[in-house]
């Protein structure tokens, strides 16, 4: 799925390096976060989760920060390899219901 | 598990067209989600079911748009007529009874022309 074109974010890394994606959210009663990655011409693809009552979540080469005082969250990616150049979204779903509310995503490009 | 099933992966159509999406979520789930992706908006949320029934459509732009699940493993979304600007690709995304982990499907890329 072609997802979002000339005016996302760029995050630019070195093979190897870690990578920091990051996101605001607004709204203060969302209690649970997901990232998801979408290469192009796929549906996005989750990644990790995180809930409110944590502020960090580990998984294979990514790890989640959400600090709920600034309502930020991040998505850490270490040893960024080429099969991780995608859009990244960030998205919400508060305790009222039953809807995630996405990010507007950031584009990763790893370079060789 | 073969994961959300979209067809068509791509429709060409001229305005004023009838389109019909195509899903089969992913077997056992009991949410399915339609989503529209465009540069300009990004992911957005039209209409979701819960058991086959629809929950929310407050996204679903337009009377144009309609969707139907019929069953539990298999749901359209149809644009009667279609609009160029109605031109997007669209995914299906289903889950579990703990419906924060939504699995998408590769998705269907409209052109209305």
């Known amino acids: 799925g072609e997802s979002v074109g000339l005016h996302l974010p760029t995050l630019s890394v070195q093979e190897g390096d870690n990578s920091i994606i990051n996101c605001a959210y607004s709204?203060?009663?969302?209690?649970?976060f997901i990232w998801y990655k979408q290469e192009s011409g796929k549906g996005p693809q989750f990644i990790i989760d995180?809930?409110?009552?944590?502020d960090k979540r580990q998984g294979q080469r990514v790890t989640v920060l959400l600090n709920k005082t600034v309502k930020h969250l991040s998505l850490q990616i270490a040893a960024t390899q080429p099969g991780d150049s995608a859009v990244y979204f960030c998205?919400?779903?508060?305790?009222?219901?039953?809807?995630?509310?996405f990010g507007g995503g950031t584009r990763l490009m790893v370079k060789p | 598990d073969a994961g959300v099933i979209q067809s068509p992966r791509h429709e060409v159509t001229e305005m004023g067209q009838e389109v019909t999406l195509r899903c089969k979520p992913i077997s056992g789930h009991d949410y399915l989600f339609w989503y529209r992706q465009t540069m300009m908006r990004g992911l957005e949320l039209l209409i979701y079911?819960?058991?086959?029934?629809?929950?929310?459509d407050s996204g679903m732009p337009e009377d144009r748009f309609s969707a139907k699940m019929p069953n539990a493993s298999f749901s359209t979304l149809k644009i009667q007529p279609s609009e160029p600007r109605d031109s997007a690709v669209y995914f299906c995304?289903?889950?579990?009874?703990?419906?924060?982990?939504?699995?998408f499907g590769p998705g269907t890329r409209l052109l209305v022309l």
């Open positions: 995304a289903s889950s579990f009874v703990v419906i924060e982990t939504q699995y």
């Open positions: 079911f819960n058991n086959n029934v629809p929950i929310d």
């Open positions: 998205a919400e779903k508060n305790n009222a219901g039953n809807m995630l509310t």
């Open positions: 709204n203060s009663a969302s209690d649970y």
């Open positions: 995180i809930r409110s009552n944590m």
